[in-house]
């Protein structure tokens, strides 16, 4: 009688032991699934105890999960073996005491003893381990890594045999194994990733924004950010001396100019004020009989169409601030400089000088914009949720000249839901926009 006590008891120990070995084996398989490769690069590289484990498991992927697999069902067999056994013993004598017949007994024994089993390994051998492993992937892959590189040792052979048996099938349909496949993520997964960490407090919104803007900053051209050849401010090398050019500088502030001979599509080079002013620092310098030309600097001309990615490169490597901007048939369209290409991605630089300039958006009041016509048809659109073509034109001005070409002051247009309307304009040229919501 004390033996049979004793021997339930152990059963039941086993029991409960390869419900344990589920649960540790599913841990293992969703937590070495889930956890980031990157942030086990960092604990690596921070000496975090098990980190190296972890590693090891993560970048041998397939041999690992072959190993929980084989966990996995050897517990499970082990159970079918002896857990319904094993409770099934347990009942018979409850049952008999009811009073049952030796059938029924039997019956109801064998259907608790299987509905039991199965609850405890699906709750406590899977769903929660599985849970766990899911929300603390890395705590979870760092503490059971270790455990499960001994597993796989002792169990190698018929890991391995298991393995290529796998890889042989998989092979035929053209599928690698899963530790050979690259971790690499799309644009809009980052874009994704990058708003749950702002989300979940892990960056700052200056962050996320500078992270969206270099998404954009690949897709924009030169021409989207430019300073349109009419709103240029040149020096003509025929015209301008340094006396003359001064009040020039004194009322634009900038540093560089393009120097241009005859008109704007003939532009020579760049003129570095600071330049000037050293020079006029000097005791030599006469002030009178000094001509610009010593001063011009070489300009890149670029086609307006590169993309600035390219741009900033280029000007890099030039080693230059300003890049004149040309179309298809060799005239000037504009010029960018390195400040206008950097705007792009940290946002509107604005120093002392530049007091007088004007946002580009201007909040009026709900629904209500007083926009810089330059501003790109893409942004009005993110702007105010709208669908304004962009096919022929970057700018809204442009779009609204294809919509009326004969604006003037106070020319409105309703277009999707919104009322546009010319509040300032230079003869053909639109200088701003005010849009409302139409009511």
Not at 208 to 223: H, P, S
Not at 307 to 333: C, F, N, V, W
Request: charged share 25%; proline share 3%; net charge negative.
């Amino acid at each position: 009688m004390e033996k049979a006590v004793v021997l339930e008891f152990i059963n039941l120990l086993a029991v409960a032991i390869l419900i344990l070995l589920t649960g540790f084996f599913v841990a293992v398989e969703f937590s070495i699934v889930k956890v980031r490769r990157s942030r086990i690069d960092q604990l690596v590289a921070k000496g975090k105890k098990g980190a190296k484990a972890a590693k090891h498991v993560i970048t041998h992927l397939d041999e690992y999960l072959s190993a929980c697999q084989l966990g996995i069902t050897v517990a499970a067999l082990g159970l079918g073996w002896l857990g319904e056994p094993t409770v099934q013993t347990l009942l018979r004598p409850l049952f008999h005491k009811a009073g049952l017949n030796e059938s029924l007994t039997h019956l109801l024994s064998l259907v608790i003893a299987f509905l039991t089993v199965t609850y405890l390994n699906v709750v406590i051998g899977e769903l929660a381990p599985k849970s766990f492993a899911i929300q603390k992937a890395e705590s979870i892959t760092l503490m059971l890594a270790k455990p499960l590189i001994w597993f796989y040792k002792i169990m190698f052979p018929f890991i391995w045999l298991l393995n290529h048996s796998a890889r042989l099938i998989t092979g035929l349909f053209g599928l690698k194994p899963a530790s050979e496949h690259e971790l690499a993520y799309t644009e809009e997964e980052l874009r994704v990733l990058l708003a749950e960490s702002y989300k979940s407090g892990e960056i700052r919104k200056s962050e996320l924004k500078y992270m969206n803007n270099i998404f954009t900053f690949d897709k924009r051209m030169a021409k989207e950010i430019m300073v349109p050849r009419n709103e240029m401010v040149s020096l003509s090398l025929d015209e301008d001396s340094i006396p003359n050019l001064q009040e020039t500088v004194k009322q634009t502030k900038y540093t560089r100019y393009p120097v241009v001979r005859e008109d704007k599509d003939n532009v020579i080079g760049v003129i570095n004020m600071k330049e000037v002013l050293f020079s006029m620092l000097t005791k030599d310098f006469s002030l009178k009989k000094q001509q610009i030309e010593p001063f011009i600097q070489p300009v890149i001309h670029v086609i307006e169409t590169i993309p600035i990615y390219k741009l900033l490169l280029k000007m890099q490597k030039e080693r230059t601030h300003m890049a004149i901007l040309i179309d298809e048939y060799g005239g000037t369209s504009g010029l960018v400089t390195v400040e206008d290409i950097i705007e792009e991605i940290v946002g509107e630089i604005r120093d002392e000088f530049d007091a007088d300039e004007v946002p580009h958006i201007r909040e009026l009041g709900k629904n209500h914009y007083l926009l810089n016509a330059k501003l790109l048809i893409s942004d009005v659109n993110n702007l105010l949720g709208t669908d304004l073509s962009d096919a022929e034109v970057d700018t809204l001005g442009g779009w609204f000249l294809t919509q009326n070409i004969d604006a003037e002051p106070e020319s409105v247009i309703e277009y999707d839901g919104y009322s546009f309307k010319v509040k300032d304009i230079d003869s053909h040229h639109i200088l701003f926009i005010e849009v409302k919501k139409a009511e």
